[in-house]
């Protein structure tokens, strides 16, 4: 039996093949389309005549993609919705998406602030307003595919969410998507409730592109395969859970290459840097997994507070734009050919220099025709590579926690572009099929599992709320298809919260393990 990975990048969509001792029985690269679905398909394409394996023997097939970001950022697709605050009186000063562009913020029909909610204790803040909440809803009836919906304080006590969800279905229907912020963000009501809205009017992209991922699989014979969709946390989720929380799956092509380096260097804690054609992305593997990002992030210029990697992304990739300027100084992008580098790029015959060019034309790459680059001076090409080299080495400071100098590993196809002596490393791997490191990423990766709970160390003992939070992780781990024998803690955290009475923490433990055959 065989696992498939795709990965689709701004320049290329990456597809491997992988047997059951996981080992890689083809990896290509095809070009991105504006329609993805034709770069999906042709990846698919290429890759099975590559392995001449038997298509039914394909037990399970794993996507990774740009299309909730590309949506969010291009303001494309994007489903309308509706949005329910529940706070009053406390939270009316600063109304839903009150910092957000008008370009984005379009996508909601209406937005209101009912009673209800709870204090950072959870006691009640104010009784909820069953009857604002019903009235609100039949007036967006008809005119919405989602609705999203938060509660002050809800990771606290999803209580009002819960009750407000329930009305939203009897009124709306079953057929409208309903996205609650306790399920989503974490702390901070703002920026949870900004992620649950981005969640449900992504409805509409999730549907079309899990529906367009499986009837590809279709087209192409794959027809005895499980279907999964990478998430943000280098794990997978399902074709269904894809479609609940279709914001997981922003910047899972980041995590993918993370995994997919831990695999192919055989190493479990390093900074990564996936060099794609347009951005290079540096991200940090800790013991074998992502590291999460602690401060909120920003995503097409909305505020959110929902998990994501920490990753920094540079404007540097093999199609980046090679300048010289009249002072002799060289730049390099932050624009690039992107996908179109086979035709523009100088040895591929055409007649834009990129940071491909320089490689090749300092003997570090072999690509295209290197007589087409020869009459690049020394000199040029020496200050660009010094610029390609600033931006990377600033970027792996910028990662670092320590002056101690780190194990780096090299992916992506646009990975060429970069020397291996980079300053503050202590190594430089590249090894083999990096160029594929993201679908090899989807592939190998595993099922998760999170739990997370409020826990009063005077009434429940440290040692006993942890173990139960291993417990828990591991059973959501199980449930949600791993195998149990495979199921590892992959992190476990307790934080102090001052502000709460006694000696409560937050507790939070996650679990992952390998997905059945």
């Given at each position: ?61 794993m ?73 609100f ?81 279709a ?5 005895n ?12 989720m ?97 624009d ?36 087409l ?6 000199e ?9 080299r ?82 828990a992780?591991?059973?959501e ?41």
């Open positions: 039996m065989y696992k498939l990975g795709i990965d689709v990048g701004g320049t290329n969509t990456d597809a491997v093949l992988i047997d059951e001792d996981l080992s890689i029985v083809a990896a290509v690269k095809h070009p991105t389309s504006v329609d993805i679905t034709q770069g999906i398909m042709g990846a698919m394409d290429a890759v099975l005549e590559a392995s001449g394996i038997d298509r039914s023997q394909i037990s399970q097939a996507l990774g993609t740009t299309q909730c970001t590309n949506a969010i950022v291009e303001r494309k697709g994007l489903a309308p919705i509706a949005v329910l605050r529940i706070g009053a009186p406390a939270t009316v000063g600063i109304p839903p998406m009150v910092d957000w562009a008008d370009d984005i913020r379009a996508v909601s029909v209406a937005e209101t602030i009912i009673e209800g909610g709870f204090e950072y204790d959870g006691k009640r803040l104010a009784e909820f307003d069953e009857a604002a909440c019903r009235a809803f039949e007036g967006v009836k008809g005119r919405v595919e989602a609705v999203a919906i938060s509660c002050v304080f809800s990771t606290v006590r999803n209580d009002d969410e819960l009750s407000a969800a329930r009305i939203a279905t009897e009124v709306l229907g079953d057929g409208v998507h309903v996205s609650i912020s306790s399920e989503i963000g974490s702390m901070g009501l703002i920026e949870r409730e900004n992620a649950t809205i981005l969640n449900a009017a992504l409805y509409d992209v999730a549907r079309r592109f899990t529906e367009g991922f499986a009837e590809s699989l087209d192409k014979g794959v027809t395969a499980d279907v999964y969709l990478s998430q943000n946390d280098g794990t997978l399902t074709m269904e859970y894809a479609r609940r929380y279709p914001i997981f799956t922003i910047a899972c092509g980041p995590t993918n290459s993370i995994r997919g380096a831990s695999y192919l260097s055989h190493m479990d804690d390093a900074i990564i840097i996936d060099v794609g054609g347009t951005t290079t992305d540096l991200g940090v593997l800790a013991h074998g997994f992502p590291r999460e990002s602690g401060v909120a992030v920003t995503i097409g210029g909305v505020r959110t507070n929902f998990r994501m990697p920490d990753v920094v992304s540079i404007g540097l990739g093999g199609g980046s734009i090679v300048r010289e300027r009249e002072d002799g100084t060289v730049t390099v992008g932050p690039s050919v992107g996908y179109a580098i086979t035709e523009r790029a100088l040895v591929f015959g055409g007649d834009t220099m990129c940071a491909t060019d320089i490689a090749v034309r300092l003997g570090m790459a072999e690509v295209g025709d290197a007589s680059v020869a009459g690049i001076s020394d040029l090409a020496e200050k660009a590579m010094a610029a390609i600033e931006l990377v080495e600033e970027g792996i400071d910028v990662m670092k926690v320590s002056n101690d100098d780190i194990d780096v590993v090299l992916v992506g196809g646009g990975s060429i572009i970069l020397p291996t002596d980079l300053t503050g490393t202590s190594k430089v791997v590249k090894p083999e099929h990096s160029g594929c490191a993201n679908a090899i990423g989807s592939a190998i990766s595993k099922v998760s599992g999170t739990y997370e709970a409020l826990v009063d160390y005077d009434e429940v003992p440290r040692e006993e709320a942890l173990a139960a939070a291993r417990a992780a591991i059973e781990a199980v449930a949600a298809g791993a195998v149990r024998g495979t199921v590892e803690i992959i992190d476990i955290e307790d934080v102090p919260l001052a502000y709460y009475p006694g000696h409560t923490n937050r507790v939070k433990a996650k679990a992952a393990g390998d997905l059945g055959k």
